[in-house]
């Protein structure tokens, strides 16, 4: 039998058709109705074409087939105007096939208390699909809910990359990182990222993949060509995730997620310092949580921990006005966890620990800078705001680098400030006052006692420990090699350069790179040198210790003052030199977000150099420092 | 009603192309009485006529073969001196028909008119009643005083319905063609033969002989199965049926449906293929080789064939190639003859009217108090210089005669000028931005839509019969006032034409209720008063959008009405249908003032010219006429699609036609030339918009496919060299060079384009329903 090209209806159907109506059929009977049967459905159905092409439409509807059979006088058939298709079925016993046809109980129908919503009305919406023939950057209507929706190259590309990151070979992940960081074609893959991002919170047991999803956080904020959008709000989400929670995989104390939440609130504070003003109120809804957490005595100390290095990461004024406040409620607990000295008790007095080294380094750099942006408002005011070239433009809240953007700022702190009251810590937002310095200190010293003035104002005797390189990786951080030799350092804090996940990466290091690919490479670096001439260290009689100072850090000195330019972008080895040199050159530097950095051109670091002398006495470095881009950096 | 319109709805349909008659009334003397000005040499023809009906046509010399190309651009009055011994043959024909399906009084105004009755009482006996035509064609007698027949004239030749060698004119006729027959198990050995010899021929010709292989086939089929030897039919289609051209797949597939002689008098789409000749257009070089062929062979059967149902152009010449071939065939009907598409015609764009346009707004406003005569200046520079000067290529100004311009035209002209100079220029590097309109929500069908020309409305027309107007801007729509509501106003106020307007009725947008059938096409009048719609249900519908009700139901097609057109200016629109037909309409008559027949399946869209002087139908039977407005030919004949028509657009020039089709292939067409130009290939499904942008720089495409794609059209027109020899035999050489002329491709989530409309700045405007699934 050769094959049919153009189906027919068998004579047997037409029999059994005809005996389902009790009429016999003799079989030439049969084969002519059947012949011309098909010819009448074939006709019909190639009338009924000509419907549908005109409706443009690609389905064949009910519909056309009855007005076709309509035009050509034929009686048309009812009851299968119904949208979605009709069951057909095959009967168990016999090759016998029917369409399903239901018995619909109408008085239920009618009675039902569900009364189904009319359409919503046909209207038209108008968007600009192409600008200049270009495809308009803007996002549409909603995000969409399959994947396959996509066309089948990107669909490949976000198999491909999620599979690459996600999987075992690290060299393949560098890649897809890379190129999730520079593609320029995926914005509509960003809600797919996204998604497989938010499901940190399914992995909390697998530290690898909690940081492999959240280098793929730090690639997608970085790409250029991405426009984040309110995608951020979820970007965030999962990160504090990682920062606050009480991870599964932090029940062994050997799993080091304490590197994953300080990686994670660095990339915090990366996306918040670039993509902050993408949506509004984000800084307080952050600060909210954070200062939550933090308030909250029945969270493990882990959490907290990751609170204090959130805010620390946030800047200093996110750790002035929320964690100096609840200092001293929260003291006292930590205290007691701190003083307890029994056994059962050691794992979690090794987590207070960590807790009190983040504390300790935050609230170090909370006066520092407040001491920094003191000094600077007085000398600015001083003198007059000389008008260097490109210079102050905005110094003031730039220069200490640390402010929070504008727009938390000039909302008006109504509802925030009620949700920060309601948590309890800390006084009423908009009751804040700033703390004076030296009440700040002096209360602060209340708790850390020597540790803090030493660390603080004392930094040349504490600061010499040489790097044992300039990029330590990540995992090396706990080593106890960069805990200094000194004894008070060592007996108060051992834990602290390691919970800050600090390699105590030697300042100038010139290959630094701007790109927070360094955030996860290179850990922000921390030398523990400082200059004892600074108008912070003068202001305060314990701090002066200038005698302290030791080889170890007149070694480090050299090293930082001439970083050489020519291996990483000069902006940011820069940055190192004139904090050294000028400022109490507090150690440590987060370097955050600012991904653009400004090329650097007025003072390269050799002429930087020769003015060491003067550095710090006089203003002039000063004005210096707000004239070239340092303001752009976060300084930790 | 009109007499003819009576008829047509009375006959059966596959008995149309029998009636395939211009209907010619005088263009109406237009709205209001300062037409009579107007009025003149052709208006003057028609009054001539009306005292002197004639039956015009060259019928013989069409069905023979021979050509009548000389009457083609002469005026249809001198084109039939006598009439012909076959036209009064037809007419009899007619009458029988009438006669025996008791239309008496058809049969008898239709004598009376035709000036049969001498040859009627010698040849029938008559048995209606005389008198009674009298009494109640009071009417119809004076409409038909002013209709002349032309049965088919030449430019439809190829559709002539009746067969050269029937000397008894009756309807049965057509089908008994193929009652003479050859002993039927030898077809197959008659065709294999054949096809033995053409594949056997030297290269050059076997492409232009294997051009016989569909025709021959289907013929052989049918007459196979008119004498009803099924089973040897379906043996041959089964064995040949492989040979054939891909593009003729859907006509096989109807085809093979057909095993029964009591199938073929049903079928329209057949009937049409045995009732008009097949064109195939062959080198004399080929024809001879061929010939020879049959005649050594005693090849009888398929010479008969030949002879009967197919009619061969054979030109002087080199033998085209294959993909010349393709490029021309595909349709219903063969090829166009190439004497066809010789007529003259008239496709300059008409002298604008001189407004006094105001140079600058602005200036105006400024400094009018001082000198208020000088500052209207006439806007001389670009626009003004054109039009001085007579395009040497535009018909007479007022070869049809256009409505006046009013003064709220003339307002919308100055508009639309100033739009014009901050038009963007658009091209191949700058290309224009796209607007789309999304309809959401849409779970009725979107079936048609349209924008009015300076975008500031859009319509919408439903499956579920209802015409939807939206403003696209942010004014509302509002109605007029009641008229006892309109009494109380004060007429002689500044602002009566806002006091008219019902501020309670304003709204985004508009229902209009009156069709039962999807609605299939819209547009809006120039002046945006006006909207017209077409519906399955039979009707043109004719809406006012100051009061937004229905003014008209234009009734006449009594089938599908599958598109409509407004004229540029206004006034006249046309429409076409599942009837074969399209009609030209004036919205102030009730009948239609042309019906322009020839097509052999449904006119599935129309558009006017841009000098409203021709319109232009596409059609089922994958092919494009161009009709003349005046009078009622069809003046260009383009085949080449392989699938139905569905849009259409003329280039702002006048000078080059678009067509788009469900075989996803954009065809351009120069009218002077009567020439196929260009194909752009790339859409994947039914091209459903076409549009170029104001200058004609861009031609935009919207698709089934969810595409809008770009073309450079001025690239396509200037690389197409038009020399005389192309001109004169119409072989043209399509290079393929659709990918250098595509421009853009941009994607719609899943929304078909339904619509394309470039606003007077040049911003693509696109309009579609989202489709959820």
Not at chain 1, 504 to 518: K, L, N, T, V
Not at chain 2, 315 to 334: E, V
Not at chain 2, 344 to 363: A, C, M, N, R, T
Not at chain 2, 546 to 566: A, E, I, S
Request: charged share 20%; hydrophobic share 35%; net charge neutral.
């Amino acid at each position: 039998m050769e094959e049919r090209r153009f189906a027919e209806v068998p004579r047997e159907s037409i029999k059994l058709m005809a005996e389902s109506s009790g009429v016999e059929l003799s079989e030439e009977v049969a084969a002519l109705l059947a012949e011309d049967v098909c010819y009448r459905l074939r006709e019909a159905t190639q009338n009924s074409s000509q419907f549908m092409r005109h409706a443009k439409r690609r389905k064949l509807s009910v519909e056309d087939l009855n007005r076709a059979l309509r035009w050509s006088n034929t009686e048309t058939i009812c009851g299968y105007g119904a949208q979605d298709a009709l069951p057909f079925r095959p009967l168990k016993e016999g090759e016998l096939f029917f369409v399903e046809d239901r018995e619909i109980n109408l008085v239920e129908l009618a009675l039902a208390t569900n009364i189904p919503k009319g359409c919503a009305e046909t209207m038209v919406r108008v968007h600009v699909s192409y600008l200049d023939g270009k495809g308009n950057l803007e996002p549409q209507g909603t995000v969409p809910t399959a994947v396959q929706s996509l066309s089948e190259d990107l669909l490949k590309y976000y198999q491909q990359i999620t599979r690459a990151i996600l999987g075992e070979d690290p060299h393949l992940m560098k890649v897809a990182l890379l190129d999730l960081q520079s593609n320029s074609k995926i914005a509509a893959l960003l809600p797919y990222f996204v998604y497989v991002i938010s499901g940190v919170k399914s992995v909390s047991h697998d530290l690898d993949q909690l940081n492999r999803l959240l280098h793929m956080v730090k690639s997608l904020v970085q790409n250029p060509y991405l426009y984040l959008g309110s995608y951020v709000r979820s970007l965030v989400s999962s990160v504090m995730y990682c920062i606050l929670e009480p991870l599964a995989a932090s029940i062994n104390p050997l799993n080091d997620h304490w590197t994953l939440r300080d990686y994670a609130a660095l990339l915090l504070s990366h996306i918040f310092w670039t993509h902050g003003d993408l949506v509004s109120g984000l800084y307080h809804q952050i600060l909210l949580s954070l200062q939550k957490v933090l308030s909250d005595p029945v969270r493990p100390l882990c959490s907290h921990y990751g609170a204090v290095v959130g805010l620390h990461a946030l800047g200093w004024k996110a750790v002035e006005r929320v964690l100096y406040p609840h200092l001293p409620a929260y003291w006292a607990n930590l205290q007691a966890v701190l003083d307890d000295y029994s056994v059962s008790n050691a794992q979690v007095k090794a987590d207070g620990h960590k807790v009190y080294g983040a504390i300790l380094v935050a609230v170090e750099r909370l006066l520092k800078m407040k001491a920094l942006s003191l000094t600077l408002a007085a000398e600015g005011s001083g003198a007059g705001l000389p008008g260097t070239t490109t210079g102050a433009v905005s110094f003031r809240e730039n220069s200490p680098g640390l402010s929070p953007p504008p727009e938390p700022l000039s909302e008006p702190p109504l509802g925030i400030a009620s949700h920060l009251q309601a948590g309890g810590a800390g006084c009423p937002w908009e009751e804040w006052t700033p703390v004076s310095l030296p009440a700040m200190y002096c209360e602060l010293y209340s708790f850390f006692g020597d540790s803090l003035a030493v660390r603080f104002s004392t930094g040349l005797p504490l600061g010499g420990v040489p790097p044992p390189g300039p990029c330590q990786p990540l995992e090396g951080r706990k080593e106890p090699a960069s805990s200094a030799p000194n004894l008070e350092n060592t007996r108060k804090m051992p834990q602290l350069t390691a919970s800050m996940n600090i390699s105590p990466r030697q300042d100038g290091s010139p290959r630094m790179e701007p790109q927070p690919p360094s955030l996860a490479a290179t850990v922000p670096g921390r030398s523990l040198a400082r200059s004892s001439s600074s108008s912070v260290s003068r202001s305060r009689s314990s701090s002066s210790r200038p005698g302290r100072s030791t080889s170890q850090s007149r070694d480090i000195f050299p090293k930082a003052r001439f970083p050489l330019p020519q291996a990483g972008p000069p902006a940011f080895s820069f940055i190192i030199g004139g904090r050294q040199m000028g400022r109490r050159c507090q150690g440590r530097r987060f370097q955050t977000s600012f991904s653009p950095t400004p090329p650097l051109t007025t003072h390269p670091p050799r002429a930087y150099a020769h003015k060491l002398p003067v550095i710090g006495r006089v203003s002039k470095p000063v004005r210096r420092w707000t004239c070239s881009h340092y303001s752009l950096h976060l300084p930790l | 009603m009109c007499l003819w319109c009576r008829i047509r709805q009375k006959i059966p349909k596959k008995k149309k192309t029998y009636y395939a008659a211009h209907v010619m009334t005088p263009l109406l003397s237009a709205p209001g009485k300062k037409m009579a000005a107007v009025q003149d040499a052709p208006m003057e023809l028609d009054a001539e006529k009306e005292t002197k009906p004639e039956i015009l046509s060259d019928g013989t010399s069409n069905l023979s073969g021979n050509t009548a190309s000389g009457t083609l651009s002469s005026p249809p009055l001198t084109a039939g001196g006598a009439p012909k011994q076959e036209d009064q043959q037809t007419l009899i024909a007619v009458l029988q028909f009438l006669r025996r399906n008791k239309l008496t009084e058809s049969v008898e105004i239709l004598r009376r008119e035709a000036c049969l009755e001498d040859q009627e009482d010698s040849q029938t006996l008559d048995g209606s009643g005389g008198g009674k035509g009298d009494g109640d064609g009071g009417d119809a007698n004076s409409l038909l005083s002013r209709v002349s027949i032309a049965s088919a004239a030449a430019p439809q030749s190829t559709l002539t319905p009746i067969p050269v060698k029937n000397d008894q004119p009756d309807v049965s006729v057509v089908l008994s063609a193929y009652s003479q027959q050859g002993d039927p198990s030898l077809y197959q050995v008659y065709y294999s033969s054949l096809k033995n010899f053409i594949e056997s021929v030297l290269d050059c010709h076997r492409a232009e002989l294997s051009q016989l292989f569909y025709p021959l086939f289907v013929h052989m089929y049918l007459e196979l199965v008119y004498n009803n030897h099924e089973n040897k039919a379906k043996a041959f289609f089964e064995k040949f049926s492989g040979d054939q051209e891909c593009y003729y797949q859907d006509d096989l597939r109807i085809l093979c449906g057909l095993t029964k002689k009591e199938h073929l008098k049903g079928n329209e789409a057949l009937l049409d293929f045995r009732t008009s000749r097949f064109v195939l257009r062959i080198s004399r070089d080929s024809y001879q080789l061929l010939k020879r062929h049959l005649q050594e062979r005693h090849n009888n059967q398929i010479w008969n064939i030949i002879q009967e149902h197919l009619y061969i152009d054979i030109f002087d010449g080199m033998p085209r190639s294959k993909s010349q071939i393709d490029s021309m065939s595909g349709s219903f009907a063969g090829e166009t003859r190439r004497e066809v598409n010789k007529a003259k015609v008239f496709y300059g764009l008409l002298k604008e009217p001189e407004i006094e346009v105001p140079l600058d707004d602005e200036d105006d406003e400024a400094e009018n108090e001082e000198g208020k005569p000088k500052k209207k200046k006439t806007k001389k520079d670009s626009m003004g210089s054109k039009s001085k000067k007579q395009d040497p290529n535009a018909p007479q100004q007022n070869r049809i005669p256009l409505p006046e311009l009013k003064d709220s035209d003339k307002l919308d002209k100055i508009m639309y000028m100033k739009e014009s100079t901050k038009r963007i220029r658009l091209g191949p590097e700058n290309l224009p931005s796209i607007c789309f309109y999304s309809f959401l929500n849409a779970y009725q069908g979107l079936t048609a839509v349209d924008f009015t020309d300076d975008s500031s409305l859009l319509a919408g027309g439903f499956a579920d019969s209802t015409v939807r107007v939206w403003s696209a801007t942010p004014k509302k729509l509002r109605k007029v006032k009641s008229a006892a509501e309109l009494n109380l106003i004060d007429k002689e106020s500044d602002d009566v034409l806002e006091r008219i307007m019902d501020e309670k009725t304003a709204s985004e947008s508009k229902n209009l209720y009156g069709h039962s059938g999807p609605v299939y096409g819209v547009s809006f009048s120039p002046d945006r008063n006006y909207l017209l719609s077409s519906s399955e249900d039979g009707t043109v519908r004719l809406w006012s959008l100051q009061t937004f009700t229905c003014l008209v139901g234009y009734k006449g097609h009594n089938y599908p009405v599958w598109d409509t057109h407004f004229s540029p200016f206004g006034y006249y629109f046309v429409s076409g249908g599942h009837d074969r037909v399209a009609r030209l309409w004036a919205t102030d008559h009730y009948q239609p003032l042309r019906i322009f027949a020839g097509h052999l399946a449904d006119v599935t869209c129309t558009r006017f010219h841009p000098n409203s002087n021709y319109v232009v139908t596409g059609s089922t039977d994958r092919t494009i006429r161009l009709w003349d407005v005046l009078n009622g030919n069809c003046v260009r004949f383009f085949t080449g699609h392989k699938g139905p028509i569905h849009s259409l657009a003329f280039s702002p020039n006048g000078k080059f036609l678009a067509s788009g089709s469900t075989d996803g292939r954009v065809l351009l067409w120069d009218i002077g030339h009567g020439l196929m130009i260009g194909e752009l290939k790339g859409h994947t499904d039914t091209i459903y918009a076409l549009k170029f942008s104001r200058d004609g720089e861009i031609l935009a495409s919207g698709s089934m496919d969810n595409t809008v794609r770009l073309w450079d059209s001025m690239k396509a027109f200037d690389d197409m060299e038009t020399d005389d020899f192309t001109a004169a035999t119409g072989h043209i050489h399509l290079p393929d060079n659709s990918q250098e002329l595509l421009l853009g491709m941009y994607h719609s989530k899943s929304t078909p384009v339904t619509h394309l409309h470039f606003t007077r700045r040049n911003l693509l405007l696109a309009a579609g329903a989202y489709n959820s699934q």
